[in-house]
Nanobody, 122 residues
Framework: QVQLVESGGGLVQAGGSLRLSCAASGRTFSRDIMGWFRQAPGKEREFVAA????????WYADSVKDRFTITRDNVKNTVYLQMTSLKPEDTAVYYC???????????????WGQGTQVTVSS
């Protein structure tokens, strides 16, 4: 069983930056696709970004492309989400998740962190 713990959320003004971290413990982190999802109040949880096992491939939602960057460190068992040019509509709880499948679909991710709140003020 893999446990994920997110950190780095907080309150930031529009245009600012934050870096989220997700520390993994357990079996297969380096063999799994890792992703970030987010859920705003009253909305469904949506895909944000994902990264391949080696870090050589990344995928992004159109809404965050060119503003967010996902990276991973397989020695530290950690995945990161660098967020820049933040907008009020980026406000959400951000979750990291893992899957053995090459997928950006939420149902394919079978282990999740508890989430970290990101609030962007206008």
């Amino acid at each position: 069983q893999v446990q994920l713990v997110e950190s780095g959320g907080g309150l930031v003004q529009a245009g600012g930056s934050l870096r989220l971290s997700c520390a993994a413990s357990g079996r297969t982190f380096s063999r799994d696709i890792m992703g970030w999802f987010r859920q705003a109040p009253g909305k469904e949880r949506e895909f944000v970004a994902a990264i391949s096992t080696s870090g050589g491939s990344t995928w992004y939602a159109d809404s965050v492309k060119d503003r967010f960057t996902i990276t991973r460190d397989n020695v530290k068992n950690t995945v990161y989400l660098q967020m820049t040019s933040l907008k009020p509509e980026d406000t959400a709880v951000y979750y990291c998740a893992g899957t053995p499948k090459v997928s950006v679909q939420r149902p394919d991710y079978d282990y999740w962190g508890q989430g970290t709140q990101v609030t962007v003020s206008s």
